[in-house]
């Protein structure tokens, strides 16, 4: 069991950086992949990126390549998303996830954080 808490979302203006942190709780969390995604209303939830369990391996979603990195640090059970270059079309809900193994899609990922709410405005 992965129990996953967000932090550090809030608003910010266009072209400015955040950085959210997804605390997780458990023994295992360095087995698992961890994957960012984000929804805003009336949207399916859309992958941003994830990393691979040790952290040697990451993928971003086109829209935010070269925009926002993810990275983690499994002695402290963390996983962090970098967001620089903010546009308005980023605002959203973002959740964290976790995944037994490397995934990439919505329905791969077995824990949910319940989301930190980013506001880009302009």
């Known amino acids: 069991q992965v129990q996953l808490v967000e932090s550090g979302g809030g608003l910010v203006q266009v072209g400015g950086s955040l950085r959210l942190s997804c605390a997780a709780s458990?023994?295992?969390?360095?087995?698992?992949?961890m994957g960012w995604f984000r929804q805003t209303p009336g949207k399916d939830r859309s992958f941003v990126g994830t990393i691979s369990w040790n952290g040697g391996g990451t993928y971003y979603a086109a829209s935010v390549r070269g925009r926002f990195t993810i990275s983690r640090d499994n002695a402290k059970n963390t996983v962090y998303l970098q967001m620089n270059s903010l546009k308005p079309e980023d605002t959203a809900v973002y959740y964290c996830?976790?995944?037994?193994?490397?995934?990439?899609?919505?329905?791969?990922?077995?824990?949910w954080g319940q989301g930190t709410q980013v506001t880009v405005s302009s």
């Open positions: 996830a976790a995944a037994p193994d490397w995934a990439i899609t919505r329905d791969e990922y077995k824990y």
């Open positions: 458990g023994r295992t969390f360095s087995s698992y992949a």
